[in-house]
DNA sequence: TTATTATAGTTACAAATGAAACTTATTTCA
DNA sequence: TGAAATAAGTTTCATTTGTAACTATAATAA
C-alpha cells in the first residue's frame, strides 16, 4: 500500500513538468543573449536562423520547416522587413508565394547573434560526456518520435 | 573543413530548439485533456496540483514550489475561487498571508483529471526501457542543476 | 515609538499569442 | 471556360502573459 496513493502526481517528478521547467529556463536565457541587445524576439530569431540556412523560402515553407504558426510567421517577418533585417518579393510564377531572404544588416546580426547563440548550447553539451550525449540525442528522438505520430 | 562552416546553427538539430519542440507538443496534447472539458488553464491546473498534496499553503508557497510568477499564481486563484474550486482566506497572524485549500468541488474535478495526466505520463515512459527512464531522469537532473545553479 | 524597509498579494497597462475571418491568387474539375 | 475549392499571407479581435506600480500588512531599527 502506497503512502501516497490520493497523491500520485507530485510536479516536481512529473516528466512533462520537468521538461518544461527545464525548456522554458534554457528558452529564457537564451533569448537573453540577443532580445535586448538586438532587439529581436524569439520568433523573429528563429526566421533568421531559417533564412540563413535555406535563402529564397517563403513564408509557408519556413514556418513548416520549423513548426511555427503562419500567423507568427506572418508577423515576425513583418517586423523584420520593418527593421531591414529580411527581403521580401513575391514570386513571379505564383504571386501568392513570398521570396525571402536575409539583407546584408539582417547577415550582419545573424553572424553576431550566433556565436552566442551556439555558444550557449556548447556550454549545456559541455556537462555532458560522450556516453550522455548520445543517449540524450537517442531519448530525444525517441520521445519525439513518438509524441508526433 | 566542414562544409557548412558559416552554417553550423541548423534549427532542427539545435538542442534548446528540439526541447523546446518537444516540449510544446507535450504541453499541449497534456492541456487538451482538461482545458476544454473542465475548462482550467494549464496555470489553473498547476495550482490545483499543488493544493491537492500541500493544503493550507500560502500562494507564494505555491508559486515558489511550482516556479510560477506571483501574478500568474494570483490570476490562477482568482479564477479557481470564481469557480469554486479553491477557497482563500487569510491567515489571522500575518494578514498578508493566504491559506489555500481545495473545496470540495476542487476536490472533485482533481480527481477527474489526475488519472488522465497521469494517463498521458505513462503513455510517454511507456516506450522507455528501464535503462532509458534512468538515463532520462539523470539527464533531466544533469542539466536543470546547471541552468539554474 | 515611529520611520524605513520588506513581504504578500492585486491591479493596470503594454506586448505577445491564438483563432477566425478575410484578401488575393491559383488550382481543380464539371 | 467558369464556379468551387484550395493555398499563401494578412488583419482583426479576444485572450494571455509580463512588467511595473500599487495597497496593505508586518518586521526592523533608529
Redesign the interface.
Same mark, same amino acid.
Given at each position: 500500500m502506497s503512502d501516497?496513493k490520493n497523491?500520485?502526481?507530485?510536479?516536481?517528478s512529473?516528466?512533462?513538468?520537468?521538461? $518544461?521547467?527545464? @525548456?522554458n &529556463?534554457? $528558452?529564457r536565457? #537564451?533569448a537573453q543573449l540577443y532580445s535586448k541587445q538586438f532587439d529581436i524576439s524569439p520568433h523573429e530569431w528563429?526566421i533568421l &536562423? @531559417?533564412l540563413? $540556412?535555406h535563402p529564397n523560402i517563403s513564408a509557408a515553407e519556413a514556418g513548416e520547416?520549423?513548426?511555427m504558426d503562419k500567423v507568427a510567421v506572418s508577423r515576425a517577418i513583418k517586423n523584420l522587413c520593418t527593421m531591414g533585417l529580411v527581403h521580401k518579393i513575391f514570386s513571379t510564377e505564383d504571386r501568392r508565394r513570398s521570396v525571402l531572404n536575409l539583407t546584408e544588416d539582417g547577415k550582419d546580426i545573424y553572424h553576431k547573434i %550566433?556565436p552566442l547563440? &551556439?555558444g550557449?548550447?556548447d556550454s549545456? #553539451?559541455d556537462? #555532458?560526456d560522450k556516453e %550522455?550525449l548520445s543517449? *540524450?540525442d537517442? *531519448?530525444?528522438n525517441?520521445? @519525439?518520435g513518438?509524441? @508526433?505520430t
Open positions: 501516497n497523491n500520485r502526481l507530485v510536479l516536481e512529473f516528466l512533462p513538468y520537468r521538461l $518544461s521547467y527545464l @525548456t &529556463i534554457i $528558452s536565457k #537564451l528563429r &536562423i @531559417t540563413n $540556412s520547416r520549423i513548426v %550566433e547563440v &551556439i550557449y548550447e549545456l #553539451l556537462i #555532458l %550522455e543517449q *540524450l537517442h *531519448l530525444l525517441k520521445l @519525439t513518438h509524441v @508526433t
